[in-house]
Structures are given as structure tokens and as C-alpha cells.
């Protein structure tokens, strides 16, 4: 029986993903040797496309202060060989947050008063589209409960 290690290094397309994925956790140990501390530790990835380092980081907060700092790592990086125009932070979104993340539309109400003007306004135009428009509009009020 082989090794997931062999099955890898013999099916071409998965040994150049795992070069690309070692490649990628190199440099992200390369970005988290340049960080200060708390810092560092909140890289979660790096991927270069396009003279561009990516770099994936916990929270906007660190996101917001890897930005800040970008200029000084970008420095660093060349320095170290690495040939990069910009950095560009983006914040991984957990999963389980997706869910929670969802907008939720909130229906805005219309008040007896708005919805009695819009039907004096609707009655008073020539345009039938845009008084159909406008009476379907004043159908939406919410109702207060007071008769």
C-alpha cells in the first residue's frame, strides 16, 4: 500500500499542488518573521499573484493595522528579494460566521399619514403607470391600531 506522501509525488497535478502549498506556507512564515508581535500571529496565509502579496488575517482590526504597516513590510520584502508592488490584507471569514453574516432585509413602514398623501398625490396625475405606481406604494402603510 503507498504512502499519501507517494500517491502525491506521482500524480502530477496534486505534487504541484503541494509545491504551491509548501511554497505558500513558506512565505507565510517568511511575512511572520518580519511582524511585530501580537501581530504576526494573526497572518493566516500568504499567496503572491501578480506582483501582489495577499494576506490573510484574522480580523478587520488586524487587517487595518497590516495596512499601516505595509509600506515598512513591503520594504523588508524587497529587500529580502521578493519583487511585489503592493500588499493587500484581506480578512478570513470563518465558516460558521457566513450564516450569521447574512443581511437580513428590514421593511421600512409607511405611516397612515405618508400613505394618505401619496393616494391624494397618485389621484391628481395623468401618468396611469406612475399612479398605479404610487397607489400600490400607499397600500403598504402600516397600521397603527387606532380606529
Do not use: F
Not at 512565505?27 to 501578480?50: F, K, S, W
Not at 405611516?111 to 403598504?140: F, G, N
Request: glycine content about 2%; proline content about 5%; some cysteine.
Amino acid at each position: 500500500m503507498k504512502s499519501v506522501k507517494q500517491c502525491i509525488a506521482h500524480h502530477t497535478s496534486l505534487a504541484s499542488l503541494g509545491t504551491q502549498l509548501s511554497r505558500q506556507k513558506a512565505l507565510t512564515e517568511q511575512v511572520r518573521n518580519l511582524l511585530p508581535a501580537p501581530l504576526n500571529e494573526q497572518i493566516a496565509g500568504a499567496v503572491i499573484q501578480i506582483r501582489t502579496l495577499t494576506l490573510w488575517v484574522s480580523s478587520p482590526v488586524w487587517a487595518s493595522r497590516l495596512r499601516y504597516l505595509a509600506p515598512q513590510l513591503l520594504k523588508q520584502l524587497k529587500h529580502q528579494g521578493l519583487i511585489l508592488d503592493r500588499i493587500h490584507p484581506r480578512v478570513l471569514v470563518p465558516d460558521n460566521s457566513r450564516t450569521t453574516r447574512q443581511r437580513t432585509h428590514k421593511r421600512l413602514a409607511l405611516s397612515e399619514e405618508s400613505a394618505e398623501t401619496l393616494r391624494r398625490t397618485a389621484v391628481s396625475l395623468e401618468d396611469k403607470p406612475l399612479r398605479e405606481a404610487m397607489l400600490r406604494l400607499s397600500s403598504h402603510a402600516q397600521s397603527t391600531g387606532q380606529d
